[in-house]
C-alpha cells in the first residue's frame, strides 16, 4: 500500500479546505473514488495524477514520484509447510525482486493475517500445505484482494488442472529457479 501517497493527497486537499466530496466533483468522480486513494487501498492513474495536481495546485512530478514508489516495491508473500523449501525459495525470489517486500510463511492463517493487514501483489502458494490446502487458500486470498496474482508451488504436477480450476495466474513446479519465477512473472 502506498502510504505515502495517501497522506499527502490527504494533506493536500484539507489545506485547500476541500472535503473528499469537493475535490471528487472538481475532478468529475466519485467522492469515494478520493476516500480510495486516501486510504492507499487503490492508486489513481496517470491522468488523475495531473487533474489531481492542477486541483490541488502541486506538482504533478512530486505525485507521480509518490506513486511510482509503490509500483517499485511490490509485496510478494510465499506460503509452504516445509522450512527448507521455504527458506530457499526465499533467496532466489530476493534474487529475482531485489525491490520486492517478500514475505514467508509456514501457516496459511498468519498469510491471511498478513493479507489483511497489507495489499499483496503475488502470492506463491503450496498446494498442499499439512492439514490445509492452498487452493483453498487461494480462494481466501482472492477475497481479501481479488488483484493478488496467485502462482501455486507443487512438487506434483498431477495438482496443475486443480490449480487451474481457481483463480490463479500461474503455476509452477518445485524446486524454484530463477529463470522459472522470471518467466512467470512476465505472464503476470
Partial sequence: MNFLFAKTL?????EKGLSQKQLGE???????TIARWEN???????????????????????LFQLVAQSEESPNVIMVDDS????????????????DATITGFIWP?????YAKANRVQLAFLDIEL?????????????EINPRT??????????????????EASGFLLKPLTADNIRGQLKKL
Fill in 26 to 32: 472538481r475532478m468529475f468522480v466519485n467522492h469515494s
Fill in 40 to 62: 492507499a487501498s487503490r492508486l489513481p492513474d496517470a491522468a488523475m495524477i495531473t487533474r489531481l495536481a492542477g486541483c490541488l495546485g502541486a506538482d504533478a512530478n512530486e
Fill in 10 to 14: 490527504r494533506r493536500l486537499r484539507e
Fill in 149 to 166: 496474482n496467485i502462482v501455486f508451488l507443487t512438487a506434483y504436477a498431477d495438482y496443475s488442472l486443480d490449480a487451474w480450476r481457481t
Fill in 130 to 142: 499439512g492439514r490445509a490446502s492452498g487452493l483453498e487458500l487461494c480462494h481466501t486470498l482472492l
Fill in 83 to 98: 522450512k527448507v523449501i521455504l527458506s530457499e525459495s526465499l533467496a532466489v525470489l530476493g534474487e529475482v525482486m531485489p
Fill in 109 to 113: 492463517l498468519e498469510a491471511i493475517e
